[in-house]
């Protein structure tokens, strides 16, 4: 990257995470403040990897029996794989730490191995193809997505290219039939990290072989039956529900090449069980219906009333999460999903921002609501925004730089990339209101992380 | 004793509406069905309009169509008959009038034409200086004074017009103006337009000139009065009703005008300069409401005539499709978007849902309105099959795609062994071609004319998808068969030709539509380019097979030159 770097030469990207705001360090971990243990990782692992090799036994037999043609890869079993490390690295405070190196290189991995299988989501699974073309809002289980699998057995889930980069979301779409884009998962992997949240799990860019990574490695039908060869004699694959529906067509690769993003799955459920909980500020995904806090301005006295947020940092998480999709422009925070392990003392995972990043030239204010309603932040969440807003580490710099380091680059064009600053703004502006209406004490809220060492 | 009275009343409204309808029944048996669906329409007995099947008369008997019978099978799933148009046109025994007089005829309101006037210098600039314009002589006059387009078509008896005026036109009811009718419906529609009981052929409603124009060689005549009526009516007439149409494919909807008249009218989707993206197959494509515009325009410059009458307008989606509808599947789907714009998704298998909403800016929406032929129930319609099909799945071929001789074994199948079948095949291949339209997968012809008729070119909306593609394949029926009609086959060299270019008339021509501009210049200039490789297709099967044996006159007022079998 060139134009990346500032004038002077330095980094803004490096001076950003070298900044003293960006090297408080969370107090050290005993083993009941990560997420998994070793043993326990490891001992899944290695019987997953069994039970692959078990498989592949029985799929190269019937293969053989039925002429048809699988390239069936071999899997390595690898204690230092850096999927691994990233999973045992999560914590009660984020799911990386700043400085984990397993972080990059699991980035580079996914954008580099070898797929060894492609599959459906769960949730698709789940929907057990049933298709109600009627169903206005479509389960999430109806979008185009993919489980792939690396030869190390690094799990990621493939969103491929929907829209380009330069097209936005049209102005009549409600936020529920929104494209799902994969240059917004990417992005916002990264504007999280710059945001020093590290609660969205790591996304790669990658271009992927359709035919030689998906549908030659995949052992189910169904997915092998969504298969086509359009009239360009580029190779296609669909949505089945969708595409049924007729609310979408195809994706299709050049003639096999697709871009699109892949994120880092997360621990198995088995071993690291989450929850997923409605978002308070959740909207009505109808046409016209409203919900309270739209009409209500006190609607956060009451949630503050309620349980889990009348204790603990939870709204103040819930809070973070909104400045985060208004940055990005994501209105569809329906539920966010919290590890049982860590209680309600644990932090909110930023999953699935895919709808984010559709409009350079709107501002949804409504996302900020939590904000403006119930008018407190954390105290190092402000720190950083005021830092971000000046010209030495100015938002879109290190966002521009950060987004450089991704194979697809560019992945925001530069509308959008100016309006991150325009809304961390509009972030701050508000929080002067809160604070000039409630004063400083009873906006800004001492967090944990603030209480362990003073930033200058 | 409240609940008793409401039910006496009831009783008594009950008894009365059977009455009514005892009465009508009786008096006029002919327009039984007729009447039944125009009570639905005053809230009475039948008010349970059947939304898809358009439940009015008109519809019930349209719904003996294959394609509207229950859910059918796998190859009526997409519809066949895709429209019915209506439209009056003229008597088609007029005399020729002269040209200029054509032209004047064919510009159609007179705002419209006065946009065309402005339009003209600066689209004529952009296409780089079309001759025709540059002399202010309209290229479409000139090109209707042609002797070739001044043939005129055999005498014709009454086994050669759809209608018999004296005897047929009564099953119009309201036009003909049963009082009953009048009464019923009357008290919304303005007196102004309800028909008169006086029966002269001058006083019907456009549409219904139209109807009774048709014959066995044409849709309407050349210089039809009663057609550039019916097309300014189809823009300015108040619409009454709205109904989805069934049986479709892609979102439609019929719309009723004040005078009875009905059309079909087909939503914008597409804006003018989207093509259709490169992986999307010919039967994923969606329906352009500006190609079933410009494909009546142009099947009107090859002087085919074998179009119904389309029209663009644009539509208020609140007063004129939401307040007017009955149809509860239609209106529910309405809704105010994030851009406070009024959109619709309606019910049907394609597109339609909230992802393809159709919204207006803010409730207008442009569409196009084509004329409905004549009831089926009036004027029975064939359905048949294109030999030249394309299979319609993503891996599999159709036969001819595979079988360089697949022509010869049509040739010897009825009804494509004689009369003029398959000439007819031939022009609407070429039609087809100019336009890039792949999905003629059957065409109607009128069943009272037999076999020796013209082909009815309907449902147009696959067409101009791609400007920068020349779809071959669309071609291969003129290909493998080497036949044109000398009519067709002169006139495509006339068009051809500097001073008549194809792509400049159609500017011309479709300049009078009030959507203008329908085409972008690179689809205008596309047909040309397309125009000459056909004629490179003919050139070749000449060289190959010989002049005689290619063209096929029918100048020499030979119309229904018979090819016997042995021939060959």
Not at chain 1, 47 to 73: C, D, P, Q, Y
Not at chain 1, 315 to 344: C, Q
Not at chain 2, 531 to 541: D, H, N, P, S, W
Request: with cysteine; net charge neutral; glycine share 6%.
């Amino acid at each position: 990257g060139t134009t990346a770097h500032p004038a002077d030469g330095g980094s803004k990207l490096e001076t950003l995470f070298a900044h003293p705001l960006y090297s408080i360090q969370t107090p050290a971990l005993g083993p009941e403040e990560r997420l998994v243990q070793a043993e326990q990782l490891m001992e899944y692992y290695r019987r997953k990897v069994s039970r692959w090799e078990r498989h592949m036994k029985l799929f190269s037999g019937a293969a053989a029996l039925s002429n048809t043609t699988l390239i069936g890869h071999e899997v390595t079993f690898d204690p230092d794989a850096s999927w691994l490390k990233f999973h045992l690295g999560i914590s009660r405070y984020a799911l990386y730490s700043r400085d984990d190196p397993a972080v990059p290189q699991l980035l580079k991995d996914m954008a580099r191995m070898r797929v060894v299988n492609a599959d459906y989501t769960q949730d698709e699974k789940a929907l057990k193809g049933t298709c109600d073309c009627t169903q206005v809002v479509k389960p999430s289980g109806h979008h185009l997505k993919l489980a792939l699998k690396m030869h190390n057995f690094a799990k990621a889930m493939f969103k491929p290219m929907r829209q380009q980069r330069e097209e936005q979301t049209p102005e009549d779409f409600f936020y529920f039939v929104d494209f799902q884009r994969h240059n917004a998962e990417i992005a916002a992997f990264h504007l999280d990290r710059v945001l020093d949240f590290r609660r969205v799990p790591p996304v790669a860019g990658r271009l992927v072989n359709v035919t030689s990574e998906v549908l030659q490695v995949t052992y189910t039908d169904d997915l092998r039956a969504v298969f086509f060869t359009s009239p360009a004699n580029n190779t296609c694959f669909f949505a089945k529900c969708l595409y049924v529906c007729k609310t979408e067509y195809a994706v299709c690769g050049s003639p096999d090449l697709l871009e699109g993003s892949l994120s880092a799955y997360l621990p198995g459920l088995s071993i690291a069980p989450r929850i997923s909980i409605p978002n308070p500020w959740i909207r009505s995904y109808t046409f016209s219906g409203q919900e309270e806090w739209e009409g209500n301005p006190f609607y956060c006295d009451t949630i503050k009333q309620l349980y889990p947020y009348n204790s603990g940092n939870r709204l103040l998480n819930i809070i973070d999460m909104s400045i985060f999709d208004f940055l990005t422009g994501n209105m569809d925070r329906h539920h966010y999903e919290i590890f049982t392990k860590f209680g309600d003392e644990g932090f909110l995972l930023h999953l699935d921002n895919a709808r984010g990043f559709g409009k350079h030239s709107h501002d949804e204010m409504s996302i900020l609501a939590p904000l403006t309603q119930c008018c407190m932040i954390k105290h190092s969440t402000l720190l950083r925004l005021q830092l971000l807003a000046q010209p030495g580490f100015r938002l879109s710099d290190v966002m521009r730089e950060s987004l450089e380091g991704d194979p697809l680059r560019p992945i925001l064009t530069e509308p959008h990339l100016l309006a991150l600053d325009r809304r961390l703004q509009k972030v701050l502006r508000v929080v002067r209101r809160c604070v000039r209406r409630l004063g400083e004490n009873g906006v800004i809220t001492r967090d944990f992380v603030k209480s362990t060492e003073r930033p200058q | 004793m409240i609940l008793f009275r409401k039910f006496r009343v009831l009783i008594l409204m009950v008894f009365l509406v059977a009455c009514t309808m005892h009465i009508m029944i009786d008096l006029l048996p002919k327009l039984e069905k007729r009447a039944a669906g125009a009570d639905s329409g005053d809230g009475g007995c039948r008010c349970a309009r059947h939304p898809g099947a358009e439940a009015q008369g008109w519809g019930k008997q349209r719904a003996r169509s294959p394609a509207e019978a229950g859910w059918p099978n796998k190859h009526t799933l997409r519809i066949l008959q895709d429209f019915s148009p209506n439209l009056t046109s003229s008597r088609s025994l007029e005399k020729i009038t002269a040209a200029a007089d054509a032209a004047d005829a064919f510009g159609r309101t007179s705002p419209s034409a006065g946009k065309a006037e402005d339009h003209k210098p600066l689209i004529g600039d952009a296409g780089g200086g079309r001759t025709a314009h540059a002399h202010g002589v309209s290229g479409l006059s000139t090109l209707f004074e042609h002797p070739l387009y001044k043939v005129d078509l055999p005498p014709l008896t009454d086994d050669d017009t759809l209608f018999n005026v004296n005897t047929d036109i009564r099953f119009y009811p309201r036009a003909t103006g049963s009082q009953g009718w009048h009464n019923e419906e009357g008290n919304q529609e303005e007196e102004e337009f309800s028909p008169t009981g006086e029966v002269t052929a001058e006083s019907y409603p456009n549409w219904l000139r139209f109807h009774i124009g048709i014959n066995r060689y044409e849709l309407y005549g050349r210089h039809s009065p009663a057609l550039d009526a019916l097309l300014k009516d189809l823009v300015t007439h108040r619409i009454t009703s709205v109904a989805m149409k069934s049986g479709g494919t892609q979102l439609k909807l019929i719309m009723t005008f004040q005078n009875y008249g009905q059309a079909l009218f087909k939503p914008m989707k597409q804006t003018r300069e989207q093509e259709t993206p490169p992986d999307f197959f010919y039967f994923s494509d969606f329906e352009r409401h500006n190609a079933e515009i410009a494909a009546f325009h142009l099947d009107r410059i090859l002087d085919f005539r074998r179009v119904p009458p389309v029209a663009g307008r644009l539509v208020n989606m609140t007063r004129e499709i939401r307040d007017v509808t009955r149809d509860k599947k239609l209106w529910r789907t309405f809704f105010i978007s994030p851009a406070n714009n009024v959109c619709f998704y309606g019910e049907c298998s394609y597109y339609c849902s909230t992802e393809h909403a159709l919204c207006g800016k803010p409730d207008q929406i442009e569409g196009s309105l084509a004329a409905f032929l004549p009831d089926l129930n009036l004027a029975k319609r064939k359905t048949w099959r294109n030999p030249w099909r394309r299979s319609y799945h993503k891996r599999k071929k159709a036969e001819w795609e595979v079988d360089p001789d697949y022509c010869d074994e049509v040739k010897q199948t009825p009804p494509y062994d004689r009369g003029t079948r398959l000439l007819d095949i031939m022009d609407m291949t070429i039609f087809d071609f100019l336009m890039g339209n792949m999905d003629r997968h059957h065409y109607e012809t009128f069943e009272k004319f037999g076999n020796d008729t013209f082909i009815i070119h309907l449902d147009n909306g696959r067409g101009f998808g791609k400007h920068s593609h020349d779809e071959l394949s669309i071609l291969v029926p003129l290909s493998q068969c080497c036949r044109v009609r000398k009519s067709t086959y002169l006139r495509l060299q006339l068009l051809a030709k500097e001073e008549y270019q194809l792509s400049s008339l159609m500017e011309e021509s479709l300049l009078r539509d009030r959507l203008s501009p329908v085409l972008i210049q690179p689809h205008l200039r596309a047909m040309d380019r397309r125009l000459r490789l056909v004629l490179q297709v003919l050139a070749g099967c000449v060289e190959k097979e010989g002049h005689v044996n290619v063209v096929e006159g029918n100048l020499a007022g030979d119309t229904v030159t018979h090819r016997s079998r042995g021939h060959r």
